[in-house]
């Protein structure tokens, strides 16, 4: 969470950290600040609560210095302390010279604090992260500069990100991780960048390298230094080039990131099937080569691991490994993988899923299953990130940048990289019949166009349903088999964006309790696909909503004439093989969580207390 921008160069630093922090407004948007030197080293800082508007305005209403070369800047969501001017970022010290930007918690911060009281200091907010300037500050009494950051950080427990200014050393930033998310480098004219997140970079450079966990960096205008900062041996570093566009983090004409990011998902789709799948639907991963193909073709299980939108995508694709490969497949949140001493071994495939790449909760659980000798490989979405130099193999899904908070085309994206997956490794172990599995590759190799058609239709017919329904408070959406997880998911569409209270169910289990809550207030969106093997049981459930005066919104196939007859309104979608429904079916939740929420006037990209990277604990 909370995004981090740094930059040194000859551009004025204000519109360069001003411009990244709107970029990142989606990784925490409670309060903002940025902290700048002139060109006389003198410091001037920032912060306001709030979005990041409120501190483009505060800083246009005075006379803020237009000669700053050097600064950083930082969104917050808040972990300790209220989203307040004082709580917000950079925090300084007691003598107003340092300067400080964090991601992460400090878990010792209390007696921390303690000490550094009893010590003269005297804080201002009630967040960790001031703790750490003060630690700075003290250590630089006894220590050069930057050899205090070293010393101050053997202090601390805890992950964290950070940034640092120094105005007595003021043609130097220094980030340091340890844990938690990540930090990019970018490399440009003149200049050097460091962020929280590749999007605040895109329109400056797209030479960039990540700090691994532990590292230290001392930036210059065009010259770096990276160390273990409890070393101080030096680390060479790789550069990486970022194919994504500033324009692909652009709204592009729609009126937020999400409709936006929901309408690519062909283009997203294609993206990730590129180069991977011929048109007889041969698959050929060049990305496993990196794992030993004996184990490739003899492992005992999969083990999938992942949070929120990512966990529902692994859900899918436990059907989707179980039917075609024939082997046990257990998914696991990754956040409570590792503290229950997980049975993985060294014949398990262990796979992390994470649109952003930096999900702590997730990276830690590879560690865990690394550190039994498990295999492990990740689909991710951002090249470079941590949990991509983590895993053993990994499977990029291509999507391009992700802005909405609520996660879309990352899912759609992360089943159809789950579809290739699973194909190679039945290529690999010879399991289904050839016939079978070129049959699945060409089917999957339609999906862009399956799903550009489905979009076109469901914009003109989502909208006025969306305004019916807008006035409820709870929903219940059900479906079965591949289809369960399309209902946890398009349940928490309707509930990260719009506030409404929506619980997902397998329909199964609806009489054990759920059944309860039913009434003419309680509508219920069920996946009833006419092609389903459960298409029987999912009318009976359908018919006990029914009797029950539920609403019911149906997802249907076309010319559903039954169907049509058991629901009071229904979405259609195209008939396509069960297998590859989900891609599909989600499409109409996706759109039904997003109209409704316009109609209640909720913020669509930036929802209440959400972030888009998790990357603390």
């Known amino acids: ?70 600064g950083i800047g930082h969104t917050r ?99 340091v991780r340890k844990g938690g998310g990540g930090l990019v480098i970018g490399m440009g004219k003149q200049a050097m960048f460091i962020a929280s997140d590749v999007s605040a970079l895109l329109g400056h450079t797209h030479q960039v390298f990540y700090l691994d966990d532990g590292e230290m960096i001392i930036l210059e205008k065009q010259a770096y230094q990276v160390m273990d900062w409890e070393t101080q041996k030096l680390r060479l570093k790789q550069l990486l080039t970022i194919e994504w566009t500033p324009q692909q983090a652009e709204k592009g004409g729609y009126a937020h990131f999400m409709l936006k990011e929901i309408m690519e998902q062909s283009k997203a789709m294609e993206d990730t099937l590129r180069g991977r799948i011929d048109a007889a639907g041969n698959t050929q991963l060049v990305e496993l080569s990196k794992i030993n193909l004996k184990f490739l073709k003899t492992f005992h299980r999969i083990v999938i691991l992942a949070c929120g939108t990512s966990y529902y995508a692994g859900l899918v694709g436990k059907f989707i490994f179980e039917d075609i490969l024939k082997i046990p497949v257990e998914i696991d949140y990754a956040s409570e993988f590792r503290y229950r001493d997980p049975v993985v071994d060294a014949h398990d495939l262990v796979l992390a899923i994470s649109q952003s790449g930096e999900t702590v909760d997730t990276l830690v659980a590879i560690r865990e299953a690394k550190s039994k000798k498990s295999k492990t490989m990740a689909i991710c979405n951002v090249l470079g990130s941590s949990i991509t130099r983590e895993a053993d193999a990994v499977l990029l899904t291509r999507a391009g940048p992700e802005i909405g908070v609520a996660s879309t085309k990352a899912f759609t994206t992360q089943v159809a990289a789950i579809w290739l997956l699973a194909l190679e490794l039945a290529r690999l172990r010879r399991t289904p019949t050839v016939s079978r599995r070129l049959q699945m590759g060409r089917h999957l190799l339609k999906m862009p166009i399956y799903i550009e058609q489905t979009l076109q239709a469901l914009r003109k017919t989502i909208k006025p349903l969306a305004q019916r329904f807008s006035r409820y408070d709870h929903f219940l959406y059900l479906g079965r088999g591949i289809n369960y997880p399309i209902a946890l998911e398009g349940a928490l569409k309707l509930k990260e964006i719009s506030y409404i209270h929506a619980e997902g169910y397998p329909a199964g289990e609806m009489k054990h309790g759920p059944i309860a ?101």
Not at 23 to 50: F, M, N, P, Q, W
Not at 126 to 154: C, F, I, M, S, Y
Not at 578 to 591: G, K
């Open 517 to 617: 809550l039913i009434d003419s207030q309680f509508p219920v969106v069920v996946l009833a696909l006419k092609s389903s093997r459960y298409y029987e049981k999912i009318i009976s459930n359908i018919e006990q909503v029914r009797a029950r005066s539920g609403p019911v919104i149906g997802i249907l196939e076309k010319n559903d004439s039954l169907g049509q007859q058991k629901v009071n309104f229904f979405i259609e979608i195209p008939t396509i093989e069960e297998s590859f429904s989900p891609m599909i079916s989600i499409l109409p939740l996706q759109l039904l969580a997003y109209e409704i929420a316009v109609i209640l006037g909720r913020e669509i990209d930036q929802p209440r207390n959400l972030a888009k990277s998790v990357t603390v604990e």
């Open 77 to 175: 969501w808040a972990t300790h302390g209220q989203p307040t001017d004082e709580n917000a970022h950079p925090h300084l010290d007691c003598s107003g010279t340092i300067a400080v930007v964090h991601n992460g918690i400090i878990e010792n911060y209390h007696e921390l604090k303690q000490h550094l009281q009893k010590q003269g200091h005297i804080f201002k907010s009630q967040t960790d992260t001031e703790v750490l300037v003060h630690l700075l500050e003290a250590e630089a009494r006894h220590n050069a500069w930057p050899q205090a950051v070293g010393e101050a950080l053997k202090k601390v427990r805890g992950t964290y990100s950070l940034v640092i200014l120094n105005q007595k050393d003021p043609h130097h930033l220094i980030g």
């Open 1 to 70: 969470m909370c995004g981090i921008v740094g930059y040194i160069g000859e551009k004025p630093a204000t519109a360069v950290l001003l411009d990244g922090l709107q970029k990142l407004e989606y990784r925490g948007y409670d309060s903002s600040g940025i902290a700048v030197l002139d060109h006389s080293h003198h410091l001037h800082i920032s912060k306001r609560s709030g979005k990041i508007q409120n501190l483009v305005k505060s800083i246009h209403q005075f006379h803020w210095p237009q000669s700053c070369y050097i």
